[in-house]
């Protein structure tokens, strides 16, 4: 038992001894080495390092529209902005685009659902819909839209929210009817992968008898983060019905009907309410109307024209409350297809651009009046 104490205190004596002699010499013990990970920056001080495992959101507000640099004069000085203020905060760059980004997509989307599929003409329409000549995209959207007996449309479409990469999005969109029923089916990318990223798939079916028309439709929704984070997703289906005479169309559509959650902690996405109108003019052209209801969210407003000014070409424009964008855009048609150019603004975010092309096959030609 003696000779353990006495090898006890001999240690002892070393450690303090070895202590003493660190602090004589001016020298510190060195820390231990921070354990890090994809979102902390090398040579950053762990102060800054809690920080930054402890969550962006708190952190970036404050000291990020401190700085000069960060004053906002369009999205490349603002990602540069960034950047610097990354490097100086020892902040993960990710993060902060993250940080931006998200609050822009709910900024932007007012509310509209996260299922929503968008359309080539929507941009400038005010995400109004046409209801007597549906294009591809608006038939997956309101899949009781019209289209002729044996038609089949395509159409490809891209989009920039803002003049922000980030915000990019992508579709692509067939429909086909034959004889009474209509099949639509739309692929929707929105951002991207390595970031935020929204996958939207939205399937629709249509029954037209005489004037009446119903439909139901089915989507999924996967949202991936960049990093090691997992995906999410969900899914959910709607119903609708449209009537049209000769000059009147209305469409009711109701999405979201089951309420999905991303995940079992995340709030309820609420079952919207959407109601659509089209009266053609005496000339050449027609007037559209939407209104969209949806619990706890302000009611939203949508008016748009479309003008065709010649059989080769159209133009049109839109505007939309909650939020409040103003838009228009132009369409050029060479023999079956179509080339569509759309844009709207935001008084405080900025222009948004949108460009698809569709293909017209089989059915009546433009122009002609769709089977019912």
Not at 239 to 246: N, Q
Request: hydrophobic residues 40%; glycine residues 12%.
């Amino acid at each position: 038992m003696s000779s353990k104490l006495v090898l006890f205190f001999v240690l002892l004596l070393l450690v303090s001894g070895g202590s003493l002699f660190a602090s004589v010499r001016g020298g510190r013990p060195r820390p231990p080495r921070p354990k890090r990970s994809w979102r902390t920056r090398r040579g950053c001080p762990k102060s800054r390092l809690s920080r930054v495992e402890a969550g962006l959101v708190s952190a970036q507000p404050k000291g990020l529209w401190r700085h000069k640099a960060a004053t906002y004069a369009g999205p490349h000085h603002l990602w540069d902005s960034l950047r610097t203020y990354a490097n100086h905060e020892c902040v993960s760059y990710l993060w902060l685009r993250l940080g931006i980004i998200i609050p822009l997509v709910l900024m932007s989307g007012g509310n509209l659902s996260a299922f929503e599929f968008g359309t080539g003409r929507g941009t400038g329409l005010g995400q109004t819909v046409i209801l007597s000549r549906s294009s591809a995209s608006a038939l997956v959207s309101v899949p009781t839209g019209g289209i002729a007996s044996g038609e089949m449309k395509l159409e490809l479409g891209a989009a920039r929210k803002f003049g922000m990469k980030d915000l990019d999005q992508a579709f692509v969109a067939v429909a086909y009817r034959y004889r009474s029923f209509t099949s639509s089916l739309g692929l929707a990318q929105f951002g991207y992968s390595d970031l935020y990223s929204e996958r939207t798939a939205k399937a629709g079916v249509a029954w037209h008898v005489n004037s009446l028309t119903i439909g139901t439709t089915l989507s999924a929704l996967l949202v991936s983060f960049g990093g090691h984070y997992d995906r999410l997703s969900a899914a959910t289906f709607g119903a609708g019905a449209s009537y049209r005479t000769s000059r009147v169309m209305g469409a009711v559509a109701a999405d979201n009907l089951t309420s999905p959650r991303l995940d079992k902690n995340s709030p309820a996405v609420n079952p919207t309410y959407s109601a659509y109108l089209e009266v053609l003019g005496e000339g050449s052209f027609s007037i559209m109307g939407r209104m969209t209801l949806e619990k706890t969210e302000r009611p939203q407003f949508a008016l748009g024209q479309k003008t065709d000014i010649s059989e080769q070409g159209a133009l049109f424009w839109g505007l939309s409350t909650a939020p409040l964008e103003y838009g228009g855009g132009v369409e050029v048609t060479v023999g079956r297809k179509q080339v569509c150019y759309a844009a709207s603004y935001h008084p405080t975010l900025g222009l948004s651009h949108s460009l698809s092309l569709s293909f017209d096959f089989g059915g009546s030609p433009k122009g002609k009046k769709e089977a019912p």
